[in-house]
Each structure stands twice: as structure tokens, then as C-alpha cells.
Nanobody, 123 residues
Framework: QVQLVESGGGLVQAGGSLRLSCAAS????????MGWYRQAPGKQRELVAR???????NYADSVKGRFTISRDNAKSTVYLQMNSLKPEDTAVYYC?????????????????WGQGTQVTVSS
């Protein structure tokens, strides 16, 4: 019912910047929380940042002051601006959206995941 398309990952040197985007589409009635998670090899997926429909934000301690999450409600898109990147930021980054979708059985609230985008920071 809801599809997420991520973009913006890539390879960057330490100290550099990247901007991730995640656009939601489909039979969307409303979107609540939007966020980014990441998973490094051999580690569990962890929350990086999230933003509410009212634009309240939460960040992992490891990215505070370096990453900024924002959203464009008109475009159903969430962004993650990543500055001062470190090698330990290397991971697959996943977009996560909590949304209410129209379905043949009525409204359905669920959490949706993007396909993931690789971010690699070289030292």
C-alpha cells in the first residue's frame, strides 16, 4: 500500500557530507513518524533519527550535531543531511515510515521500510 524509494547514498571521505532522501507513495491517508535506521555489518539495526508529523526530532547520541533530519509533508519525503561523516557511520541506511494507508478492507496503520541505501565513509 505504501512504497518507499530511497536515494543519496554513496562513497565519501571522512569529514564529507551526504544527503539521503526517501519518498513515500501509494495509497497514503496520513504519515506520522518518519525516520532513518542503519545497519552495519555484524551489528543490529539501530535508530539514527526520526521526525514526527509535528516536526519533533530524536537523534542517536552518536550523530547529534552532525546529522539533521527533515521532512516535506507535501512531497511525503524525509531527508537526512549527514555532515562530518566518520568511518563508523558506514552502514546500510533504511528509511522507515509509520503511515495509515487505504486498503480494500479500510484504513491500515503500519510501518514501512525502504530497500536500503549504502553509505560508505573512507578514512
Amino acid at each position: 500500500q505504501v512504497q518507499l524509494v530511497e536515494s543519496g547514498g554513496g562513497l565519501v571521505q571522512a569529514g564529507g557530507s551526504l544527503r539521503l532522501s526517501c519518498a513515500a507513495s501509494g495509497s497514503i491517508f496520513s504519515i506520522n513518524l518518519m525516520g532513518w535506521y542503519r545497519q552495519a555489518p555484524g551489528k543490529q539495526r539501530e535508530l539514527v533519527a526520526r521526525i514526527s508529523s509535528g516536526s519533533s526530532t530524536n537523534y542517536a547520541d552518536s550523530v547529534k550535531g552532525r546529522f539533521t533530519i527533515s521532512r516535506d509533508n507535501a512531497k511525503s519525503t524525509v531527508y537526512l543531511q549527514m555532515n562530518s561523516l566518520k568511518p563508523e557511520d558506514t552502514a546500510v541506511y533504511y528509511c522507515n515510515v509509520n503511515a495509515v494507508a487505504y486498503t480494500s478492507k479500510g484504513y491500515l496503520a503500519d510501518a514501512y521500510w525502504g530497500q536500503g541505501t549504502q553509505v560508505t565513509v573512507s578514512s
